[in-house]
């Protein structure tokens, strides 16, 4: 289990308790290739900050390890730790710094020549859109310039890596909406993993998923294999056309045996198919009833947060196996 | 590289902090108003004022007082900064041995130089207003032993603050610590170790020079200290969970 390959990140057997009175993390085995956007969802005191500490070295493992671009990672890694950016969740800065102090400060402990150094620094300040309050004290900016701040510190060393834990928290939409851009962006050079309470961003933003449940992980996968885990019976449809042909269309569709609720609000037909309905088939006949009625198609999307059912699904089957949990190590 | 930031920045932000300049403003204050006291009953009143006796009071004066200050200017080291060492220090690219060798070589450094600088400018002082009976290269072996002992407080400080959660728990540790070793070395009557008993040898030494075995042996007593309770407070820094 020794050869780590070509793997950015691999956890073998990790597990982490402290002073023998919390299992904070239990066996856990991860490899995130290079190019993935990770995901770690998991609800308050699941582990992921946990998890997050021990891959950057700022824990020490009580079994098991952590790889890093190949190469144990352990508190003195500090080579290690050049090649990767870190935003952690409530972001701290030196006291009476400003954002230049801080960005230099950090360029400083990366090991960064002071001419290379001094051009990032410009250019990330730029970059976040923090060029006018550069000469500010920290402490006088506002959370989304603080949580801009950050991601520049973390993308100073030009790292491999990326590690956020909940960038986007405390954020106001548009700030958001741009971080989200942001990841986007870096996602096409760079590996990511991405800590969020927020399930629509991770659904947004990320390749794979990792689902954490009180320390133990229950899923590790791509998204898709995520969202295929639940079954999509719930549907919303935008039409158009005349009110009337509409509702004729929803009436022949409540005559099939396949919906159990349709229904119809401002030209939007809501339906739930039953247990046993198989959704192609029973889409197929929605279609061509609404195109015997003379009704178009607007657009056809699933019902509710498909990452998060998903998700919610996860933690209550890993609930609900008891005992079993046991011989059963991350997902069936 | 990493190194030299941290011991710049810590250089940097101690000596702006209130405490070092508290520190360094009251013994310069003590010093230079002891010795204005002393030339003024010498020149005044012609009472003949020894330098060596005024230097030597100075020095006890600066390990008393000077012991506390240094525990509270090196216990708050890296505990102080608790809450910015995963965030923003140690998950950048720097060690663990980095970073505690800079916070420690700029503590140590800071309270000696500072010593060494304070003592140098007040005996200066002292030698040119008072009856001259001091030789100079006893002055100088009193302000490094001074400086030594200050290491080694300091190590012990900056050790203890980088084993604990808390500033105030480092605080009242070192200094009972140090206050309890002065007591347990008097009481044991080891004379290299015992700070009041080398203050006495230290004023004769002033006025007769300094055998160098004696100085040898009383520096590679505190050096030794030092490094084990550094290399200690490094190697358990190193493992614990930030």
Redesign the interface.
Known sequence: MEAAGSCVLETYRLTKM?QNRQIALNDINLRVEPGCVLGLLGANGAGKTTLI?LI?G???PTTGWVKVFGRRMT?????L??R?G?I?T?????RGATPID?LD??G????LPREVRQTRLGALLRAVNLLEVSGEPIASLSTGLQARLSVA?SLI?EPDLLIWDEPTQGLDPEARRSMLELVKALSRHKTLILSSHNLSDVDEVCTHAAVLSRGHLIFFGSLQDLKGRMKRNHFELDLEGEHKAISKAAQTIRNLPEFKVVQVRHRRLELQLTEQAANASALANVFMTLADNKVNLVSIRTVGQQTEQAFLDLVERDESRGFARVYVNGED | MPFWTVLRGDIRQTVRSWMYLLGMGTYAALGLGLVLHRAAMYRQAGLSQSAAALLGELLFMALVSGATWAVFLSAGAISGERQLLADAILCRGVSRYQYYAGKWMARVVLVSASFLFCGAAIAGIGLCLLHYDVRADGVGVALLWLASVFAAVVTLGVSVSALSESTLFSVVVVWLAVHGLGVLFTMLQLEECNPIRLCDRFSRAMREGMAFEELARSLACYAGATLLIGLVGAIGFARRDI
Do not use: E
């Open positions: 402290y500490r950057l700022l824990h020490r508190a003195n890694a500090a080579g730790r050049r990767i870190y952690p409530q972001p701290r800065f030196p801080f400060f950090t400083r402990l990366f090991g510190a060393n």
